[in-house]
Nanobody, 115 residues
Framework: EVRLVESGGGLVQPGGSLRLSCVAS????????MNWVRQAPGKGPEWVSG???????TYTSSVKGRFTISRDNAKNTIALQMNNLTPEDTAVYYC?????????WGQGTQVTVSS
């Protein structure tokens, strides 16, 4: 059974940092690309970042230079280091795995950036 469990969210002041983690089970992240997606209140899902099998990383323009995605194949985990956070980063963050049968999402972790 595929399962994704995110953690690491919380309340942080503008300019602060958080590190999100996503532990995968039921498949090996080493064999697939993985993505982070977020959904702000009242808005649709927004792709944030992705990492390929060989470690190539991509980011949406609004987080480039502030967020860093990484993978630890030994722990079957991906992470998202988020620095210099702004209120516009407030959202529920999800890791996403795309399989030919469909997309799998975790339960999400809430990130709130507020003073």
């Amino acid at each position: 059974e595929v399962r994704l469990v995110e953690s690491g969210g919380g309340l942080v002041q503008p300019g602060g940092s958080l590190r999100l983690s996503c532990v995968a089970s039921g498949f090996l992240i080493s064999s697939t690309a993985m993505n982070w997606v977020r959904q702000a209140p009242g808005k649709g899902p927004e792709w944030v970042s992705g990492i390929s099998v060989d470690g190539f990383t991509t980011y949406t323009s609004s987080v480039k230079g502030r967020f860093t995605i990484s993978r630890d194949n030994a722990k079957n985990t991906i992470a998202l280091q988020m620095n210099n956070l702004t209120p516009e980063d407030t959202a529920v963050y999800y890791c996403k795995y795309t399989h030919w049968t469909g997309d799998y999402w975790g339960q999400g972790t809430q990130v709130t950036v507020s003073s």
